[in-house]
């Protein structure tokens, strides 16, 4: 098939995977589209239902907790990037995956946007992070005043201030880019939480290669 692929047909070809009748890659060789393109469809509706796949949509926005919530929650390892989209109605995958380039960067979501564009803010190290959150408490959580002095944002002086004082420098490791199930713990709690996000991958990892051998 050549061209737009209208509405109508996305609605069927997804209610033809949803319901059992094609797969994916059978939806992939009758219309002659990329598997990225079908997965981007059932994110869609199961999003915003039929909605979501209708031609000529505006750009969604979303705010900075939404953005925020969705990169950590996949940084866990406990969701696939399309469950995550499923989960905050997120339109598609390179959505969510260009968030994480700019979580993984050190900049900030920039506020109300629909894209990827986002405010620069200074990437600290770790010593950097460490010095902030002291002269946070020496000054009695001025956040502002500290963090426009090294050029961070409000929200990072006190994230940091936060950690330092539960887990000490320990807490200001970079793990940005590390899921759950990659890192290494700094308290009890965490050694089990790691533990369990590693089992659960190695059970993701199996089924996977049991459906790939049945196939």
Known sequence: MRGKISAAIKQKAVME??????????????LCVDGETVRSWLTAYR???NAG???GRKNRIYSVQTKQQAVET??????????ICEIFKIRGTHQLRDWLKVYNSGREFKRMSGGSRMKSTHKATKEERIQIAKECLASGNNYGEI???YGVSYQQARTWTL???ELGEAGLEDRRGKRKYEQ???????????????????????EMENHLLKK
């Open 17 to 30: 995977i949803e319901s059992g009748r094609l797969s994916q890659s059978e939806v992939t060789r009758r």
């Open 47 to 49: 999003s915003e239902s």
């Open 53 to 55: 796949l209708e031609c």
């Open 74 to 83: 996949y940084l866990t390892g406990q969701y696939s990037l399309q469950k």
């Open 147 to 149: 963090a426009k002095k």
């Open 163 to 165: 950690k330092y004082k």
């Open 184 to 206: 290494e713990p700094r308290t009890e709690l965490e050694q089990a939480q790691i533990r369990i996000a590693q089992l659960e991958h190695q059970l993701r990892m199996a």
